[in-house]
Structure formats: C-alpha cells, structure tokens
C-alpha cells in the first residue's frame, strides 16, 4: 500500500464497493432464504432494501435542492445550526409559571412554550412575563379555541414595554383538528393578522401534525393530513381576501417526533419540503425553504407510564432526530409528564438534552449533517411519493370537515396496526412488552389515554393495552398475583431458548414467573410439577418433545384441571397441539389476547 504522504487517498487500494456485487454475496450467505427477509415494511407499506449506494442517490437528485434548507438564528452569536430550547410551562398560576421561566432561561432555555389549560379562562400578562426580555427569548403560547384575544393583549403588553419588536419571536399555536377547525369566527384570520406583533419572527398561525401523531397516525398520514389542514386554511384565508403568501410568511408548523429515529428525521425534513411545493403550487414566490418554521415536541404517543426513565432515552432519540430533520425549534416533554406534574428534576433534565446535543455533541456546529445520506434520500422519496398520494386522496374527499371520517378511519387503523405489533412482540418497547422490571405499580397509577390540556382531543398512546394488563392484575388480584412456572421438558437448547421467551411474556401481564429445572429424571419433572403452587404451567422443549412428553406427564397427574396449561411454541407447526393444553405462546402470538383471557379465568376464580 502507497504511503499516504505521496498523495494517494485513503482506500485507494481497494475495489470501489458495487450493490450488486455486495447482493450477490448475501445470497450466498443467506443460503437459500429469500433476498426479501433483509428487507423492511414500514408502517406506511413501503419497502426499504437493506443497503444502498451512490446510485440509489443519483436517482433522487431532485432532493439536493433541499440540503441545508435551514435558517440560521436572527439573534447574533449562534452557530451555524440553531434550534431554540422551548420549555413548555403548564400555566395554572401565573406567578408560579413566571418563576419556572426565569430558572428555564437561566438555565440554558431560549423559549418559553405557555400551556394555557381549557379551564383556565382568564390570566395576567404582566405577572406572568414579569422580568422575562422578550427580545431575547422565543415567547409561544398554546391555547384551545380563538387566541385573538391573547395576542391582542400581548401586543398590547409589547408596546407598553417598548423596545425593537423586530426582534419578537414566538408563535401562537392552536389545535388544527376536529370542530374547532371548521368553525372559526368570521373573520378569523384578518383579525388573527391585525393583532399580531410587528415582527416576521412571529408566526400567529399554526398548523398541528402533532395531532395525527398523536392519534397513532404514521408517518404518510401525519404528512398527508398536516397538508391537507394547511389547504384548508388557506381557503378559509382566501374567503378573506387574504393572499397565500401572507399565510406562508405568518405560519408555524408544529411536528410531533418519535422514537423511529431515521424515518423520523426524514419525515421532518419531508414536511419542509411539501409545505415549500405546496406554497409554489399556490404561486408563491420570494418563500425560500428555510423560511418555514418547524417547532417540533417530543412524543407523547411513545412514551409509557411505567419505567418512565426509559421515556429518557427516547426523548434523547427524539430530540436528536428533530435536530437533523431541520427543527427552528424544540420542546423536550419531562420524561414523568404523564404521571405527574413534572419534577424540578424532569423539567432539568428534559432542558439538559438539547443543552447537552448543542454544548457537548455540537449538533450546532453542522447545518445539515444528514444531507446526502443514501439511506434518508430514499425514506425521504419514499415519504414523499406516499404522502403525495394520500394528500390527493383527502383532498379528493373534499374540504376538512368533509374529510373528517376518512381521516378517523385512517388513523384508528393505523393506530389499532400498531399496537398490535407491540402486542405481538414485532415491535420492542423496552420496559413495556420486553426487559420489564417487575416493579410494584406506582401509587395512584391509571392507564390509558392522555387529556390534552389545551384542547378538547386526546392523545393515544402506544403502550396503553400493555399497561393495562398490569393495571387490571394489580388492581383485581389482590395478594394473590398469579404465577407462572416454566417447566423444561429436558436439557434441549430449544428448553432453556423457550423457557427465557416465557419470563418476559407474563410479566407484560403483572404475573410472577418462575424457571423450573430439569436434570434428564422425568420422575423429578413430575415432582416439580405437582409440588407447584403455580396457576399456569407453561411447557418448555423441543418442537418434538411436545407430542412424547406432555402426554405422558399429564398421564400421571390426577388433577391436570388445577392448573392452566400452555405450551411455548407455534400450535401451527406439526406435533405441537396438545387436547389437553389451553393456551400456545410464541413469536407473533397476541400478549394482549392472551393475557386478558387468562386474567378474566384466574381473578374471576379469585374474588
């Protein structure tokens, strides 16, 4: 090999990598097994191959007219890459709220999100803004129904305090879904537009994704639908006399971001580059597309209320995706915000990640590091092409409250999809469907969906079956938890694999597991057996150990009715059904079915 120091690039003595060399290569190794089991189905229906090169990219081109589409700060000072650190502030007493902003901004906050809750009709501008200097923080407020009456009153609060109100940045967020929607006052976004502050950093207008996200909405969807509001808008501004390009200059997108962490990263760049299309299509001109205002949340459809310390690992995923997707600005939810009003902790360490990406991991240092990338070149044509269609699609249903049916039915499809993945296990929740802790419940625990506090629409959420399973055995079981045993019919390695399946499986249903042993004496399986305290004996072994073995054990038990009897394997498959077995667990069974049955059995049996 050339020494570097003549000149020569790095690898040049290597053979430039090819796909199809590299395919053909992996057909040997699959040995049989078809190319198709490496690649991946998305949620939406697409297809993405498990490898990509230069070329796949060359057939994307169109896309390089969007990398580092992104606007630097107008504040002077920042780096190449700036995003605002919004905390959101859950305003139920405005002196209590002005203290948490004043910490937040000490604290590494550049913007302040105010949560007006619905029951909350009247408040204080002056004593919630007290000390705050607004010409150097992002100042949002998000309310249910009209917010002309704040923004006029803050308007009024900016005048009052003088200074440049150029430099205001903000955005007055409002729920794009559901009635409210369809029927705003007359004249809504004139007066919307005459009581905004004189400032092109302030956005009165928004459009919510996060609401499609939040109804368990994929990706397509969420694109789709978010697009199909903004039309709506649109036409409800031009019955107004209103020009498109005033609404494009005056808007903010709000963008929901979860835990799939590359398709997530497309999907907020895709949302850019639509909005932008879209904006050409209505004969917009001078709107370049890092003009438009992306402020992405971290999920709250992925986050669980159980193990809740795993919601900060995904909040870090989620904030890093928002970052490289383009996000202007960001609000990371405290990890415990479904559980309880947040903590000083949980609001410092939700601040502390998009600190510590900007400070310590220097995501501010590059403007679009994933620009370019093959992989998120094609999820992003792919979002693109599909969202595109399923746009059309909604549009053709007809204006927004007309599409309201097509666009629930879409979504609880999607929703009830996914969940069954959870639910089957084809899809990993870490302390919620696998690497559970069996911890007791937390005290005061309730399940289910979340209320949003700012509109009459609930947020979904993905883990909420699974806990319900726990919930429904701590509540009803008393001190009578039921009890798992797994028992090994011999040393087979398909014993130990099935029996180490077992454990996680009953413990998404609160249920104690234990692992039995097995020293090749099927006298001393029988013995176990019976000397068990167990409710469900789940059998562990071979394939064909199940048609020998599970026979001639329950031969010799008397009573094979005191015990729910399952097997560990795929009743599908030759030689596993048993006449005397209950219920069959494996890979791509439904815990949900599976355990509620045997809850509805066993704490009927209880109480």
Known sequence: MKHLSEGNKLFTDFAPADKRAWKEKVLVELDGKPYEDLCWKTDEGFVIEPYFDKKDSDR?????????????????????????????????????????????????????????????????????????????????????????????????????????????????????????????????????????????????????????????????QEIAFGLH????????????????????????????????????????????????????????????????????????????KLATSVNMLRNTTEAMAAILGGCNALTILPHDVLTSHPTAFSTRIARNISNILREESHFNLVVDPSAGSYYLEQLSDHLIRES???????????????????????????????????????????????????????????????????SHIPFRRLAKHMEALRLKTATNAGRNIPKVLALPLSRHKMAEIRMSFTAPYFLCGGFETEKGMFDDDDEKGIGQLLSTDADIIVFCGSDEEYAEKIPMLLKQIKDPEKWILAIAGNPEKPGIRQDAIHHYIYAGSDIVETITSLQNRLLTQKT
């Open 388 to 454: 595109w269609l399923l746009f059309q699609a909604v549009e053709a249903k007809g204006e927004f409250g007309q599409a309201q049916a097509f666009i629930r039915q879409q979504l609880e499809a999607s929703r009830a999809s996914k969940a069954k993945k959870v639910a089957t296990r084809q899809k990993v929740m870490v302390g919620t469907s696998d690497y559970i802790h069996p911890e007791p419940l937390p005290e005061a625990f309730s399940g289910g969906d979340v209320k949003d506090l700012a």
């Open 60 to 220: 994307v081109k169109y896309l390089k007219a969007y990398h580092h589409a992104l606007q630097p700060d107008p504040l002077p000072g920042q780096g190449p890459r700036y995003w605002t650190n919004t905390e959101q502030i859950i305003v139920t007493s405005e002196v209590e709220a002005n203290q948490q902003a004043l910490a937040a901004l000490q604290s590494g906050a550049d913007g302040l999100l105010f949560l007006i809750p619905t029951k909350k009709k009247t408040f204080s501008l002056e004593v919630l803004l007290r000390d705050i200097l607004l010409q150097y923080c992002a100042v949002s407020f998000r309310v249910t129904g009209s917010p002309i009456a704040l923004l006029t009153a803050y308007t009024a609060y900016l005048a009052q305090q003088g200074g440049d109100n150029e430099a205001i940045q903000g955005t007055i967020f409002q729920s794009t879904a559901g009635d409210y929607m369809v029927t705003k006052d007359a004249g809504f976004y004139t007066k919307l537009l005459k009581a905004k502050p004189e400032s092109k950093h302030f956005k009165p207008i928004s459009i919510d994704f996060t609401d499609f996200h939040h109804q368990g909405g994929h990706a397509v």
């Open 229 to 304: 509001a903004l039309v709506a808008i649109l036409d409800a501004a031009a019955k107004e006399s209103i020009q498109p390009a005033v609404i494009f200059a005056n808007i903010s997108l709000q963008v929901a971001v979860g835990t799939d962490y590359f398709k997530e990263i497309a999907k907020v760049k895709v949302i850019r580059i639509l909005v932008y299309e879209l904006a050409r299509i209505y004969n917009v001109t001078g709107l370049q597309p890092e003009e438009i205002h992306i402020h992405c949340y971290t999920s709250l459809w992925s986050k669980t």
